[in-house]
Structure formats: C-alpha cells, structure tokens
C-alpha cells in the first residue's frame, strides 16, 4: 500500500508538472470531470512510458485503467518492466 | 539553434517540453490562443507556463511575419500539427529552413485525418515524416521517416498515440542534425505522382453497409475509434427501424455467414452479439444509440435486421461532417 501511495504521488506530480492539470485527488474521475481530454490521455501514456519504463499496448488502453490516478498506479505497478526508480 | 515553434496537440506539448530541456532557445511559441476551457492543458498555456513568448499561430499566414523570423534570427521553424498554412514568405525566412512534422507517411497519405484512413484502408503499416515546408501542404522534400506495424487489434487512437512518440524522436534527431551542420540535412523530394492527399469528408459520409466484407466493416469501426474521445468521423452509423445505430465497438470472427447482410445472430452477451456481413459474422460489441454507448447485446436481439446507415441528405443532416469531436487536431490529422 505504502508502495502505491507513493506511485499515486508521483502519477499526481505527472498530471501537475508535466501536464498542467491538477487533479483534486486520486480517486476523481479524470474522465467524467473532463481533465483527461484526448491530447493529456495521449501526453499521460507517453509520460507513463518515460516515467516508469512500461510499454502501453493497444490492449491496456481500456478506460478504467486510466479512470484515476489510483488506478492508473495500479495499471502501471502491474505491468512488465515497471521501474519506480526512474 | 534559434527555433521558433508552431505547434498544437499531444505532439506538440511533448516536444516543446523537450526543447525547453535542450540547449536550444525557443524564440517564441505559437499556438490557438487558449480561451476555451481554461484547465486543460493547450500548448499555448504549457509554453505561458514555461516562460515563453506566445504568439497566435494565425500570424504565419501573414507575410509580413516573416520580417520578425528574420529580426529574431530564427534558424528553424517548426510546424508540428499545427494547421494553418504557412505564407512562403515565412517559409522561406528562417536561416537553414521551415520543417513539418506529418503524422503519416508521404507522400501516399497527406492530408487529413490520416491515422483513420490508413485503418480505413485495411494498411499494415503506418509511419510519419518530417519533410522540409514547401507551398504545397505535405509535398516539400523528405528529411526523416519512422514506420511502424499497425496491429490488427489498433483503433484510430492507439495509432495516434503510436505516431506522437515516434516523430517527437525524428524532431529531436533533425535539430541535432541541424545543429551540426545544416548540409548534412537531408532533402529527399517525394515522388508526388504516388501522393494521395486526404481531405475533411469522411468514408461513405458515414454510412455503414452491411453488405460489405467484415473486414471493411471492422476496419472502418477501428478507423473511428478514439474511446475513450470523441472521434472526429463520429462512428460508422447503421439504422434499426428508422432510427440511427452507430457501431462504437467490433471485432472479426473469422465465421463464415450465409444469413443475409445485417441479420443480428447469436449473443455472447457482454462480450457482444454477432451481426452478419457480406461474407462473416463480425462480433459488435458496443454501439452508440441516443449518443450514449451502451452493449450492443442489450440493444439487439438474434433475428433483428439492421439497415445500411441512413443518407444524411434524407436525415435532414446534409451538413453534418463531424459530430462531438472534441480537438480540431486529432481531427484533422
């Protein structure tokens, strides 16, 4: 847990310095209050890449992957090569 | 190098936070103006944000811009979805060159759009390109080009997603090519007797025809997909009873059918339900009826009959060219 709060902090320092979005808090829904248009969802994925040295496929681009930050954390911890060191 | 940056979209965010983090000075940034929708994130309020000047994107049509290029001793002007046409004066003031970055490659797909046309079109590969401006949109000589496999299961938006990254890398290669020596840049011409240039209107006006091949079909499904966004060609539309059925979701069974085109078969239930083309069942799995997406095996039932997508001339909405797309970018490719 301790694990993912940090990953949420750090996905949450994504969205405000890399991407110019505050997000209230890790569990708001990035796409009903409109925050993750196309161009930040695009920007977030290739951040997502830099970041933590994960590869998104065309099959994790499944919106509930991306729906919050806390998911988002959980989507990236879960995948091949994650790297939280970067 | 003295860069001036005219930039929009995904692409352009991403390399102008790349430039800010190289030697490079950006002379200024031009942009649309950010009215709309003041907490999301636009080139214009990234680079306000980084300190840049920024200036209308618009003023490139001018050629009196092109006294300031020169005033500013810009050495690179750099388009990267930006859509306005630069005036040939401007094109020509910067001191070693003007460069677009396309998100296609050329010269067989200019234009627009043309990430869904590329699906559309049943393609297996994709690319884009970095070509040096010339007047004609997307016909100046070649610099740099990165091709990539479009996979069988891609949508319009994990394409796109696919061409941002690849040519953010062929920018940052030419400015340091550029930074080198300029001569070394190279200028390949293109041979435009194989361009295809792609313009706003999108396939069939939309219209979706059972009596096409499941693989047509599924393709131009793939082609408008931008979920979780709205997609600049909306979704191909079929018709049940009179009233507009758009197909959101699909994908290809391999199944043989002989049931006539447009028969609804069998359901695998949230999976989705089997609807008959010209030659197979193709599996629809989500559709878009009163502009909410719902599963397509709530909406229909084994035996139903689709139609063919209404004529938007007899809708009444003979106009219609995009519906609830939402970045004039990604729309226009």
């Known amino acids: 847990m301790a694990d993912l709060n940090s990953l949420c902090s750090r996905i ?14 890790v569990d708001t829904d990035l796409f009903d209050t409109g925050l993750l248009d196309s161009l930040a969802f695009v920007n977030l994925l290739t951040c997502l890449e830099q970041k933590f040295g994960i590869a998104v496929s065309v099959d994790d681009l499944e919106i509930e992957n991306f729906r919050t930050v806390s998911r988002i954390a959980a989507f990236a911890a879960s995948k091949n090569g994650f790297n939280n060191n970067q | 190098m003295n860069i001036l940056l005219i930039a929009e979209e995904s ?18 940034v031009m942009a649309l103006p950010a009215k709309r929708s003041p907490d999301r994130a636009t080139v ?9 000047p920024t200036w209308p994107a618009g003023l490139v049509k001018d050629p009196d811009f092109a006294r300031t290029v020169r005033s500013e001793k810009v050495d690179i002007i750099l388009n990267v979805h930006s859509l306005y046409v630069i005036h040939k004066e401007v094109i020509n003031a910067p001191g070693i060159g003007s460069f677009n970055l ?46 990539f496999k479009i996979e069988a299961n891609d949508t319009a938006l994990s394409l796109y997603s696919r061409c941002v990254k690849a040519g953010l890398a062929l920018v940052l290669e030419l400015l340091e090519t550029a930074a080198a020596d300029p001569r070394a840049i190279p200028l390949v011409p293109q041979d435009l007797a194989k361009r295809r240039y792609f313009g706003k209107a999108i396939p069939e006006q939309g219209r979706l025809r059972w009596s096409r091949p499941a693989r047509e079909i599924v393709n131009f499904v793939r082609a408008c997909d931008y ?13 049940k009873g009179g009233h507009d059925i758009a197909v959101a979701k699909a994908s290809l069974t391999g199944r043989a059918c002989d049931a006539p085109p447009g028969t609804v078969g069998e359901s695998e239930g949230a999976s989705g339900i089997y609807v008959a083309c010209a030659d197979e069942w193709i599996l629809a799995s989500k559709l878009i009826m009163k ?13 139903e009959r689709l139609e063919d997508g209404q004529d938007p001339s ?20």
């Open chain 1, 12 to 25: 949450g320092a994504i969205f405000s310095e890399q991407m110019n979005l505050e997000v209230p808090s």
């Open chain 2, 11 to 28: 692409g352009g965010i991403q390399l102008l936070r790349a430039l800010a983090q190289s030697r490079h000075r950006i002379v200024a």
């Open chain 2, 44 to 52: 214009w309020r990234v680079a306000e944000t980084l300190g840049y």
């Open chain 2, 102 to 147: 396309h998100p296609g490659p050329l010269p067989a797909y200019a234009g627009l759009n043309t990430v869904s046309w590329a699906i559309y079109r049943d393609e297996s590969t994709y690319g884009v390109t970095v070509h040096k401006i010339a007047p004609e949109v997307d016909a100046g000589p070649i610099v740099s080009m990165s091709f």
């Open chain 2, 227 to 239: 979920y979780p966004f709205p997609s600049p060609w909306s979704h191909p539309r079929a018709s």
């Open chain 2, 291 to 303: 502009g909410r997406r719902i599963d397509a095996a709530d909406a229909l039932r084994p035996g």
């Open chain 2, 314 to 333: 007899e809708r009444g909405d003979a106009g219609r060219s995009r519906l609830d797309f939402e970045h004039r970018g990604i729309a226009d490719g």
